[in-house]
């Protein structure tokens, strides 16, 4: 069983930063592919950046490759979404996410999910 709490969220202007954190428990987190997901009012639950257990394999969205930065420090048990250049189209509800080995970008794939942390960009 692995438990997620993101924190890290708020509101900022458009063209600033963000970094979310994600803390699992579980003593086997160093295993699990952490991913980052979000979702819009109204829309649905969206891929955004996913890292494999060893760090080695990293992916983005289209969306924010080249802003956005997922790392992880499986000695803390944390995995880290740093957002750079922050649009309006960014706000949402980011939501952290665990599944055992292999990236995945669908959410059907992930076992585990955190509560998630509101990101809200003002134009």
């Known amino acids: 069983q692995v438990q997620l709490v993101e924190s890290g969220g708020g509101l900022v202007q458009a063209g600033g930063s963000l970094r979310l954190s994600c803390a699992a428990s579980?003593?086997?987190?160093?295993?699990?592919?952490m991913g980052w997901f979000r979702q819009a009012p109204g829309k649905e639950r969206e891929f955004v950046a996913a890292?494999?257990?060893?760090?080695?394999?990293?992916y983005y969205a289209d969306s924010v490759k080249g802003r956005f930065t997922i790392s992880r420090d499986n000695a803390k048990n944390t995995v880290y979404l740093q957002m750079n250049s922050l649009k309006p189209e960014d706000t949402a509800v980011y939501y952290c996410?665990?599944?055992?080995?292999?990236?995945?970008?669908?959410?059907?794939?992930?076992?585990?999910w955190g509560q998630g942390a509101q990101v809200t960009v003002s134009s």
């Open positions: 890292i494999r257990w060893t760090g080695s394999n990293i």
């Open positions: 579980g003593r086997t987190f160093s295993s699990y592919t």
């Open positions: 996410a665990a599944k055992r080995f292999n990236v995945a970008v669908t959410t059907t794939r992930y076992d585990y």
